[in-house]
């Protein structure tokens, strides 16, 4: 399987924690997959609600580029950030499913010398190191198992909705498998997919912040000492922001909260700064096995 | 005795948009829109709809009814985070999400949105960031559109600015996509040129 890395504007910016854990992992476990050349931004949410075609047209200039690296097998672009994720597979889909969309995208590109013939196949890491890499190779590798690690595995909106096919839209498990494996325990709890407010937070704030409170709370409710997330926007608003939902809500929520390959980077024996942990604003000290 | 007192509640069908509906229809996603049984399903598991104006379900209805000025207005629009839940959960596969971002296109384009409201701003900022650099700069993005809907909130949001810069998760300087940016603004001119073609 050849692979190259798309990592998304996020991911070298408030998620940077995310983009270098994932490279340290894929490291561990003998993985190639390059960053992808000359990439740009997907188009994501705020592009769709300027100019529907043009953020197509920039999330399919990235898969052009994949494609061009295209051996004897097809690239899967590996998207880690789930808006990038969606984006990028919502331009395969359309691409097919809309003769004008798909002929706009392809006369555009061609007019900056590139082509698309749909041959990239868009990855999340969820499902690359639970369907490719495989679990018996991932416990293989860990050194540090993380032994009493209560983690909530949050898999927010984007990442199964509405296109990933490796995962349940309703109840995913790759994530929770992937805790496991690493010697953690996955909590049960049934606020995986639901929204964590994205840009929200930002532009409206108070129903922002409830989400990703209500989420938080629920998360330590049922045990949680920890939760994982999948996306860089969830990781910034449950994360960053607790400190003003003390304030605003007058509860004591104070739950760690990082991106599933940081704590697979722990179990891998992986030092502390090469997956980022000295980024997060609650420290994950705090959590057992993280330390 | 006095006769009973009445008003008009509701539009009379010849003060709606009989075009607007059509409009929304064409675009990618929106196919479905007649479709709809107004069975309730995307409001009862839309995580906003509680903010709403107008719940997703009545979006749908108004859409398709034609009271385009309604809909345009509401703040439901610009509520929608974009979660998906209803556009997987629809029992009529109406692509919701996908209408409201054709909504959301439509208010931008005719300029009906509330003033200094955030969220048009920092699409625009990121818009303007992307053709610039190939990518999008958050901490950029963001403070622009601080500054342009709630300047006085940059000294709140200041804190949180320099705990990212102090952690290396704010970029000081303009991340820019490897190669020619320029291709960027030659690929997004080339779309208008040929949606014009198209159309």
């Avoid at chain 2, 909130?153 to 490897?178: F, S």
């Amino acid at each position: 399987m050849r692979y190259l890395y798309y990592p998304g504007c996020s991911l070298k910016g408030t998620g940077k924690a995310y983009d270098e854990s994932l490279v340290a992992v894929f490291d561990k476990l003998g993985m190639d997959a390059k960053e992808l050349p000359g990439w740009n931004c997907c188009g994501a949410t705020a592009y769709m609600s300027v100019d529907e075609t043009k953020a197509f047209a920039l999330a399919a200039r990235n898969l052009a580029l994949a494609e061009q690296e295209n051996g004897s097998d097809p690239i899967h672009l590996i998207a880690p950030c789930a808006a990038c994720y969606l984006v990028l597979n919502k331009v395969q889909k359309y691409m097919a499913e809309y003769g004008h969309l798909r002929e706009v995208i392809a006369n555009s590109l061609k007019a900056v010398g590139l082509n698309y013939h749909g041959t990239v196949k868009v990855r999340h890491p969820l499902d690359v190191f639970v369907n490719d890499i495989g679990l018996d190779k991932i416990k293989a590798a860990v050194s540090h198992p993380l032994k009493g690690l209560k983690v909530a595995s949050y898999y927010g909106c984007q990442v199964v909705r509405p296109y990933a096919e490796f995962d349940d839209q309703y109840n995913p498990q790759t994530m929770d498998q992937l805790m496991n494996a690493l010697g953690a325990d996955a909590v049960d709890w049934p606020l995986k997919t639901r929204c964590c407010g994205g840009t929200l937070t930002g532009t409206v704030e108070e129903a922002g912040l409830r989400m990703s409170y209500i989420l938080l709370k629920e998360a330590s409710k049922r045990g949680a000492n920890i939760m994982a997330t999948a996306c860089p926007l969830c990781q910034f608003n449950l994360e960053c922001y607790q400190g003003k939902m003390r304030g605003t809500f007058g509860d004591s929520i104070d739950l760690p909260v990082a991106f599933f390959t940081q704590i697979m980077g722990r179990a891998f024996g992986l030092e502390a700064k090469r997956i980022g942990l000295q980024r997060l604003f609650v420290p994950v000290k705090a959590a057992p096995a993280m330390a | 005795m006095s006769s009973l007192q009445i008003q008009v509640r509701i539009k009379h069908q010849e003060e709606l948009d009989p075009d607007f509906a059509n409009s929304i229809a064409a675009l990618p996603g929106g196919e479905n829109l007649s479709r709809c049984i107004q069975c309730g399903t995307c409001s009862s598991t839309c995580p906003v709809s509680l903010y709403m104006d107008y719940t997703p379900r009545r979006i749908i209805a108004m859409t398709r009814a034609g009271f385009k000025q309604e809909v345009l207005a509401s703040n439901t629009i610009w509520l929608c985070a974009s979660c998906y839940e209803c556009t997987v959960d629809c029992p009529r596969e109406i692509k919701v999400t996908d209408i409201m971002y054709a909504l959301k296109r439509r208010a931008m384009e005719e300029k009906v949105y509330p003033k200094r409201f955030p969220t048009p701003v920092l699409a625009k900022e990121f818009f303007k960031s992307v053709l610039k650099t190939g990518r999008s700069n958050e901490g950029l993005t963001v403070t622009w559109m601080i500054l342009k809907t709630a300047p006085l909130n940059m000294l709140k949001q200041m804190g949180l600015g320099l705990k990212l810069l102090l952690r290396g998760r704010m970029a000081l300087g303009v991340e820019k996509m490897e190669g020619d940016p320029t291709q960027i603004r030659r690929l997004m001119e080339q779309v208008e040129v040929e949606e014009k073609k198209t159309h």
